[in-house]
C-alpha cells in the first residue's frame, strides 16, 4: 500500500530534526560521558539516519516489502557493530590471568 | 482425469522447443560491435564464461609455479619476493576474479531469465555495465601486478599491508571495483526474480537453482559494501598513512579483521551458494527424480544466507580477539553445518528411487558431495577454538578452505559446464572424454590437497617459501597432484571446445530435464520467448511424460 507523498511542511520539520540531533550530538560530546558517549552518539546518528532514509529517501511512501531490505541492512549493521564491539569490551582473559608484579610476595 | 484429457486441454508446443524458428541469439548479429554493445543477457554471460576461464587458467598457473617452487625444500624456481607475491595473485585471482563471479556471472546470467521465462534481466544495460566493470577491475588488479603485484596475501592483512612498499593501494582499488560488479549483477537478480517471474510462477514452482542465486544475492548486498569500506581504508592507512588501524594512533588491527571477514566470511558461501543451486538442479536432471524436498533445499539457502553472517570471529581465535567473542563465534560457526547437512541429505535422498544416469555432470556431483562433506567436516573442526590454535596457519588451513571453496566451486562450475553446454551452444560434448577428465580433475584434486591437511597437523605453516626435510615427501605428493588436476582442467577444455565446433546437434532437452530453461530452442533464440510462457507446473515434475510437461508451460 502507498502512503501520502512528503510534503514540504514535512521535509522542513525532518531537516529542523536534524539541526536539533547535530546540537545534540556536539553538546553530548561535550559532557564527557565516558564509556556512554560511544552509545549516545551511535543512538543519535541512528534516528538521524531514519529521517534522512524515511523522509528524504521517501522510503516512508514505499510498500513494506521495499523497506524490509532497508530495515533488514539496519539489522546487519547492527550485528556487525554489536559483535565487534562486544570484542575490545571483553578483551580479559577468563579467569583473569595472574599478575606477578601485583603480588610479587606470595 | 486421463492423460488423453490432459493432452487434448494443453495447447500444441513446438518440439524444436520454443523461439526455434528464428535465428539463435549466437547468429542473430555476428558483428563485434554487437557483442561489445549487447544488451542480451546471454551474451553477456558468454562474456563473462570466457573471462572467468582466463583467469582460472591464470590463478591455476600460479597455483603451479607455487607448487612446483615447493617441490623442494630450498629455491626450486622462484625467489622468495616472487614467491611471495605470487601466492598473493593466486589468491586475488582465484576468489575475486574466478570464483565469485564464475557461476552467476556466466551460468546465473543465461539460465536465470529462461528459468525465470523473462526475455532478459530486468536492467540489461546495468548487465552489460556490470561486465565491463568486472572487466576493469580485473585491468586494475592486472596492473598492480604488473607494478610489482602485492604479498600481503590475499586477506592484506595490517598493519603489514598498510606498510608494505608493494601495490597494496592498487590492489585495493581492484577489489572494490570488483565489488560494484558483483552488486550490481545482484540487483539485477534480484529485482529479476521480483518482477520478471512468468505467468503462473509462483516462489515455490521455480527451480532451485534460482534460490540459490536468490540467496548468494542477498549475501553479495549485504557484504560487499563492508569489504570495499575495509580496503579503502587500508588503502588510505597505506598511502597517507591515517593510522585507522594503525595501534600507534590509537588504531586497531583487530577491528580489520574483524571488517574484513564480515564480509569475507560470508563471501565463502558467495561462491558455494551458487554451485549448491547447480548440484541441485544436476541431481534432478540426471536422476529424473523431484527433490526429497524441494522446501529443505530452498530453505537451507536462505538459512546458510543469514547465519553465514554470525559466524566472521572464527577465522581470529588467534588474533588478540577476546576470549569471550571467540567462544560466541565458534559456536554460531556451527550452526552452518546444521543447513549444509539438510542440503546434502536430501541431494542423496533425492538419487532413491531414481533412473540415475552417470553422465559427466552426474559424477561431477559425485566429486562435489565427497569435497563438500569432507571439507565442511573439517570445517566444524576448525570452528572448534581449542583445534583451531593447534591447526591455525598452518597447511591444514589451505586444504580446509581449498577442499570447500575451490572443491565446491570448481566441481559444480565443471557440473554446470557440462550440464548447460547443449542448451548454450546447441552442441553435445563427447561424454566419454568428460567421464574420464572429470576422474583426473578429482584424482588430481584429491592428491593436491589431502596431503596438505597432514602438512598442517605435523606443523607446516602456510605461506612459508622454505620448510624442513620431512616435509618433503608430501610436498611432492601435493605438486604431483596440481599437475594432474592442471592436465585434468585443460583436457576438459579442450574436450569443450571440440565439441563447439565438431560436437552433435543437442536437442532443445538432451538430458530429458524438467527444468523451464530447457523449453527453449538449443542455443536460444536471441528474445528466449516471443510472448510470456504461463507456467502451469513446478520445474520438477518427472511423473509428467515430456510432451505433456512442455506442453503445461506453453512459450511461443
Known amino acids: 500500500m502507498l502512503h501520502a507523498h512528503v510534503t514540504t511542511p514535512k521535509l522542513v520539520i525532518a531537516w529542523l530534526s536534524l539541526l536539533f540531533f547535530t546540537f545534540i550530538s556536539f553538546g553530548a560530546s561535550r559532557l564527557g560521558l565516558g564509556g556512554w558517549e560511544i552509545g549516545i552518539a551511535l543512538g543519535i546518528s541512528v534516528v538521524k539516519s531514519l529521517i534522512v532514509l524515511f523522509i528524504f529517501m521517501h522510503l516512508v511512501e ?41 603480588h610479587p610476595y606470595p | 482425469m486421463s492423460e488423453a484429457t490432459i493432452d487434448a486441454d494443453l495447447p500444441a508446443v513446438d518440439p524444436r522447443g520454443a523461439g526455434a524458428e528464428e535465428p539463435d541469439y549466437l547468429r542473430a548479429e555476428t558483428s563485434v560491435r554487437s557483442w561489445l554493445l549487447t544488451k542480451d543477457h546471454k551474451r553477456i554471460a558468454i562474456m563473462f564464461y570466457a573471462s572467468v576461464i582466463v583467469f582460472l587458467m591464470l590463478g591455476g598457473l600460479f597455483a603451479l609455479i607455487l607448487r612446483t617452487e ?258 560466541i563465534f565458534g559456536a554460531l560457526s556451527m550452526f552452518v553445518a546444521i543447513f549444509s547437512a539438510i542440503k546434502v541429505f536430501t541431494w542423496v535422498a533425492t538419487l532413491r528411487g531414481g533412473s540415475i544416469s552417470f553422465a559427466t555432470p552426474m559424477l561431477y556431483f559425485l566429486w562435489f558431495l565427497f569435497l563438500f562433506v569432507f571439507g565442511g567436516m573439517t570445517g566444524v573442526a576448525v570452528a572448534t577454538q581449542s583445534l583451531d590454535v593447534h591447526w591455525h596457519d598452518t597447511y591444514f588451513v589451505v586444504a580446509h578452505f581449498h577442499f570447500i571453496m575451490v572443491g565446491g566451486t570448481l566441481t559444480s562450475f565443471l557440473a554446470a559446464a557440462h550440464y548447460w553446454f547443449p542448451k548454450m551452444f546447441g552442441k553435445l560434448y563427447d561424454e566419454r572424454v568428460g567421464l574420464l577428465t572429470s576422474v583426473a580433475v578429482f584424482i588430481g584434486f584429491v592428491f593436491t590437497f589431502l596431503p596438505q591437511f597432514l602438512l598442517g597437523n605435523a606443523g607446516m605453516p602456510r605461506r612459508y617459501y622454505s620448510y624442513p626435510e620431512q616435509y618433503q615427501w608430501l610436498n611432492v605428493l601435493s605438486t604431483g597432484g596440481a599437475w594432474l588436476l592442471g592436465a585434468g582442467l585443460l583436457l576438459t577444455l579442450a574436450n569443450l571446445v571440440i565439441a563447439l565446433k565438431w560436437g552433435r546437434q ?51
Open chain 2, 70 to 327: 615447493l617441490l623442494t625444500p630450498e629455491k626450486t624456481i622462484i625467489d622468495a619476493n616472487t614467491y611471495n607475491q605470487m601466492f598473493t595473485l593466486h589468491g586475488v585471482t582465484m576468489v575475486w576474479l574466478f570464483m565469485i563471479p564464475a557461476i552467476p556471472g556466466a551460468f546465473g546470467n543465461f539460465v536465470l531469465p529462461l528459468m525465470l521465462g523473462a526475455k532478459d534481466l530486468a536492467f540489461p544495460r546495468i548487465n552489460l555495465a556490470s561486465y565491463y566493470v568486472y572487466a576493469l577491475s580485473a585491468i586494475i588488479m592486472l596492473t598492480a601486478m604488473l607494478a610489482g603485484g602485492a604479498d600481503t596475501g590475499w586477506t592484506f592483512y595490517v598493519p603489514y599491508s598498510s606498510t608494505s612498499p608493494t601495490a597494496v593501494s592498487w590492489m585495493g582499488v581492484g577489489i572494490f571495483v570488483n565489488g560494484v560488479s558483483s552488486i550490481m549483477t545482484a540487483l539485477n537478480f534480484i529485482v529479476t526474480t521480483h518482477t520478471l517471474r512468468a505467468k503462473g510462477l509462483s516462489w515455490h514452482r521455480m527451480p532451485l537453482f534460482i534460490w540459490s542465486i536468490y540467496g548468494t544475492s542477498v549475501i553479495i548486498l549485504f557484504a560487499t559494501p563492508v569489504l570495499g569500506m575495509s580496503l579503502t581504508l587500508v588503502a588510505l592507512d597505506h598511502s597517507f598513512g591515517l593510522g585507522i588501524f594503525d595501534p600507534r594512533y590509537g588504531g586497531d588491527p583487530v577491528l580489520f579483521q574483524h571488517l574484513f571477514w564480515f564480509y569475507s566470511h560470508p563471501a565463502v558461501y558467495i561462491m558455494m551458494l551458487p554451485a549448491f543451486g547447480v548440484i541441485s538442479e544436476v541431481v534432478c536432471s540426471f536422476s529424473h527424480n523431484p527433490p526429497a524436498s524441494y522446501r529443505a533445499i530452498a530453505y537451507s539457502s536462505l538459512g546458510i544466507a543469514f547465519v553465514g553472517f554470525f559466524t566472521w570471529g572464527h577465522h581470529m581465535f588467534v588474533a588478540g580477539m577476546s576470549e569471550f567473542d571467540a567462544g
Open chain 1, 62 to 102: 514505499q510498500r513494506f516489502a521495499n523497506r524490509l531490505i532497508v530495515i533488514l541492512t539496519f539489522l546487519f549493521i547492527v550485528l556487525a557493530v554489536s559483535l565487534t564491539s562486544t570484542d575490545p569490551l571483553t578483551r580479559r582473559t577468563f579467569p583473569p590471568r595472574p599478575d606477578p608484579a601485583a
Open chain 2, 506 to 556: 543437442a536437442g532443445p532437452n538432451p538430458w530429458g530435464s524438467r527444468s523451464f530453461e530447457w523449453i527453449t530452442a538449443s542455443p536460444p533464440s536471441k528474445h528466449n520467448f516471443e510472448s510470456t510462457p504461463l507456467v502451469e507446473r513446478s520445474a520438477y515434475e518427472y511423473d509428467l511424460p515430456e510432451e505433456v510437461a512442455r506442453a503445461r508451460v506453453p512459450a511461443r
